[in-house]
């Protein structure tokens, strides 16, 4: 699906971040820009700022119980509780810390909540995209931690947001190598989170390139999931200059789209149709554009985005400004403002797990690896292999949710193909399954559009995001109290 059209007005200039008229590409002017770089806030206390915003969490800090300095962040490792005097759905535990990991300087950020006084039998674990963190998902942690029985964790890949930043080294010489050495990096990390946090069996919600990594995680390390939720992820369909050449230039993507396209026009409804149910898709035709060769140079020569914001020193702000102040105009100026800061205290971090991007994806976001091409043994993996006296155990499927915003510039094609894939492959295995077999198995698939929203639909709409989510979190407890009744 193609993305939303550009906005042809600017928003009325806010109390935070400055706005010239709508043409301009970068709108911070560049005295604003040099005071925010001289004054710029440390990266935890960024975060904090953001946490801080969370409904209830919230209220707690103005009504006086609970100070700023005792929000649970980066900065301030640690626990807040909200009272159920305030908390509807509290009290509830909402806890930080750095989750220290072997090796020199690794670590993953956290961020969870808990319930007080109830049995935690599902967990929800949620992994940000490309170059992001934990905190862009500030508006989905009350609403998907209200559910009985669940906890909800957040992380920050390592490398990226406000966990450690190793050096990010690639030592493999072949190609195919080169991306499973690229994708181990992460999703070996995110494995042994999980052992130190004993968790045998979680929900796994990935976003962009947390999505794409999510499913490498599930083929690697497999009997570990239960469902797994795709929000636009980066990847799926294959693009043969992305998987042939040694430098691609895609000739069609919408992946300018991430950095021009205004949000208050991405969160209004452009289609005439969903996928929710029965409903049909109505797809806009792709754009097709293609990418100088300086940014294909640029691509190839790994020199992330954020490598020039931290290049350009007292001009970082106002570069990150050109991205800030698209994605996060339909939000309040208080909001809009800690949120520019928030990622520009990100952008600005010694560069780690940004340097991925082109062993992963060519330019226009197109994987070295598609999706589609592997997505059909997710869930279907060996678990025990065989022995002289036992047969392999092997994964018998589980649901995947490929979700999109109705204005999406990643192509909701992809995820209408991976579903098909995978609905081909149950009918294949079911068509030679025992009945005990029929009865074990968990595959299912389906798309959601998530209206008035564009490819970061959790923070675009938020209510309907987490609406969806919370249906998936109540189809997962029942799954999990029929196992325990027959256990």
């Given amino acids: 699906m193609s993305a939303a059209r550009r906005a042809s007005e600017q928003v009325p200039e806010g109390t935070g971040l400055a706005k010239p008229p709508s043409t301009g590409m970068f ?3 560049y005295k604003e820009a040099a005071s925010q770089w001289w004054n710029s806030i440390t990266p935890t206390i960024a975060e904090r700022n953001v946490i801080s915003c969370i409904p209830y969490l919230r209220e707690a800090i103005a009504s006086g119980t609970s100070s700023a300095t005792e929000v649970p962040s980066a900065e301030h490792p640690g626990q807040a509780e909200t009272s159920a005097k305030i908390d509807p759905y509290g009290p509830r535990v909402w806890k930080s810390t750095l989750v220290k990991l072997s090796g020199k300087n690794r670590g993953l950020n956290e961020f969870s909540v808990e319930r007080v006084g109830e049995d935690v039998d599902d967990t929800l674990v949620m992994l940000h995209g490309y170059g992001a963190g934990l905190g862009f998902y500030y508006k989905n942690f009350e609403s998907l931690s209200r559910a009985k029985g669940w906890k909800l964790y957040a992380l920050d890949w390592l490398g990226m947001g406000n966990s450690t930043r190793p050096p990010f080294r690639v030592c493999a010489k072949d190609p195919a190598a080169k991306i499973t050495e690229a994708e181990n990096w992460f999703i070996d990390a995110l494995e042994e989170w ?3 946090r004993k968790i045998e069996k979680f929900t796994l919600l990935g ?9 490498s995680y599930a083929l690697k390390y497999p009997g570990h999931i239960n469902k797994l ?3 636009s992820p980066v990847g799926i369909p294959e693009d043969p200059y992305a998987v042939n050449a040694d430098m ?3 000739t069609e993507s919408t992946f300018q789209d991430e950095f021009t396209v205004d949000q208050q026009t991405t969160t209004e409804s452009h289609s005439n149709g ?6 049909k898709v109505q797809h806009q035709e792709a754009k097709k554009r293609p990418y100088p060769s300086w ?11 954020f490598s020039i914001v931290r290049l350009a020193g007292p001009l970082g702000p106002r570069l990150a400004s050109g991205w800030t102040s698209r994605r996060f105009n339909h939000l309040t100026p208080e909001e809009k403002q800690t949120l520019h800061d928030y990622a520009y205290s990100i952008f600005r971090q010694r560069g780690s797990g940004e340097y991925v991007l082109p062993y992963l994806l060519a330019p226009g976001a197109h994987a070295r690896r598609p999706v589609i091409n592997r997505i059909h043994r997710v869930g279907r993996q060996v678990i025990t292999p065989a022995t002289e006296t036992e047969p392999a155990v092997k994964e018998t499927g589980f649901p995947i949710v490929f979700m999109y915003g109705e204005n999406d510039w990643m192509d909701v094609a992809g995820g209408l193909a991976a579903e098909q894939k995978l609905k081909e492959a ?4 079911l068509a030679n399954a025992t009945e005990e077999e029929k009865k074990k198995e968990n595959g299912d698939a389906k798309v959601i559009i998530v209206s008035r929203a564009g490819h970061h639909l959790y923070l675009d709409n938020p209510d309907e995001f987490n609406q969806y989510i919370r249906k998936e979190q109540e189809d997962t407890r029942r799954r999990t109290l029929q196992e325990k009744a027959l256990s």
Avoid: C, M, Q, T
């Fill in 27 to 29: 709108p911070l002017g």
């Fill in 194 to 196: 999980r052992k130190i």
């Fill in 207 to 215: 976003h962009s390139l947390g999505g794409y990594l999510s499913v």
């Fill in 229 to 231: 939720i795709l929000a």
């Fill in 248 to 250: 691609p230039e895609p």
């Fill in 274 to 279: 969903g996928f929710n149910g029965n409903k």
């Fill in 295 to 305: 940014l294909v140079w640029l691509w190839d020569a790994n020199v992330s985005p």
């Fill in 426 to 429: 149950k009918a294949k295995i």
